[in-house]
């Protein structure tokens, strides 16, 4: 079992930054990723990194903009948000899965998700 607990959202302005970050007790070792998701929509791949940080994937609307890290020492996944928009407001879940997947449905353990509301 995993437990999952995201925090560092909140209300920021077009093109400002903010970190997330996700704090997983119990068993770990899993691919981490980050996801988000808006009122109606389906939940979307952000980012995903594996364990040792050896591997990272993003999804093209954040590639350039977006950092997932990760602190093995502090079992803490990291998600550095940079030149946010608008756009990019939703609902921000951290997930850990077996292997570093675009798909939600290939992440096991979900935290409960921090608001991230990018004003124009």
């Known amino acids: 079992q995993v437990q999952l607990v995201e925090s560092g959202g909140g209300l920021v302005r077009t093109g400002d930054s903010l970190r997330l970050s996700c704090v997983a007790s119990?068993?770990?070792?899993?691919?981490m990723g980050w996801f988000r998701q808006t009122p109606g929509k389906d939940r979307e791949f952000v980012a995903t990194?594996?364990?040792?940080?050896?591997?990272?994937y993003y999804a093209n609307s954040v590639k350039g903009r977006f950092i997932i890290s990760i602190n093995n020492d502090l079992n803490t996944v990291y998600l550095q948000m940079n030149s946010l928009k608008p756009d990019d407001t939703a609902v921000y879940f951290c997930?850990?899965?077996?292997?570093?997947?675009?798909?939600?449905?290939?992440?096991?353990?979900w935290g409960q998700g921090t608001q991230v509301t990018v004003s124009s």
């Open positions: 990194i594996a364990w040792s940080g050896g591997r990272t």
């Open positions: 119990g068993r770990t070792g899993y691919a």
């Open positions: 997930a850990a899965g077996d292997n570093t997947d675009y798909w939600a449905g290939g992440y096991n353990y």
